[in-house]
T-cell receptor, first 115, second 115 residues
């Protein structure tokens, strides 16, 4: 069965410092991986995705994520955090061998960037 | 930038009542989805819809639930007789294609409270 784990409920970082939000996945085949962000009173906004090719994927708002097949991880990163990055971040996976339409989500990680 | 919209933002209802949650997907998208998130839990897939029929549904999507695209723009989720455990945030999403690498775009959600 497919699953996604986000081991940290909350990540705290000072503005200007690098941030990492962790995600590991489990699929039977090869994954498509996604990161979404949720700001208060807003929907889940797509940030970036990994399909194939370069393991480092760049997305919106300066975020990037690194796919690591051996560690089954897809950690979200940003070199320099902004206070406005404070939000709830969700990792999601789809198995490319699975005909299902559904995204499998992690439990979410709250990022708090302090000034 | 086109967005998925949902109404109402918050719905309060009595147990046993019918509710209809409304969504307007992105206009050129062909695939539509409903997900829900019970407070403190993961975002869970409910149903996908294409070409005026359900293409996939989860175990959660029982006979109490139905979906409809009554016109060219709206996509609705109906719960016939609400239960306390239906209280959740309901997210509508849409995608251009059905391939596993197509990102799904989410609305801001409707918070359903069943009393």
């Amino acid at each position: 069965a497919q699953s996604v784990a986000q081991p940290e409920d909350q990540v705290n970082v000072a503005e200007g410092n690098p941030l990492t939000v962790k995600c590991t996945y489990s699929v039977s085949g090869n994954p498509y991986l996604f990161w979404y962000v949720q700001y208060p009173n807003r929907g889940l906004q797509f940030l970036l995705k990994y399909i194939t090719g370069d393991n480092l994927v760049k997305g919106s708002y300066g975020f990037e994520a690194e796919f690591n097949k051996s560690q089954t991880s897809f950690h979200l990163k940003k070199p320099s955090a902004l206070v406005s990055d404070s939000a709830l971040y969700f990792c999601a996976v789809r198995d490319r061998m699975d005909s299902s339409y559904k995204l499998i989500f992690g439990s979410g990680t709250r990022l708090l960037v302090r000034p | 930038e086109p967005e998925v919209t949902q109404t109402p933002s918050h719905q309060v209802t009595q147990m046993g009542q019918e509710v209809i949650l409304r969504c307007v997907p992105i206009s050129n998208h062909l695939y539509f989805y409903w997900y829900r998130q019970i407070l403190g839990q993961k975002v869970e897939f409910l149903v996908s819809f294409y070409n005026n029929e359900i293409s996939e549904k989860s175990e959660i999507f029982d006979d109490q639930f139905s979906v409809e695209r009554p016109d060219g723009s709206n996509f609705t989720l109906k719960i016939r007789s609400t239960k306390l455990e239906d209280s959740a945030m309901y997210f509508c999403a849409s995608s251009l294609g059905r391939r596993a690498y197509n990102e799904q775009f989410f609305g801001p959600g409707t918070r359903l409270t069943v009393l």
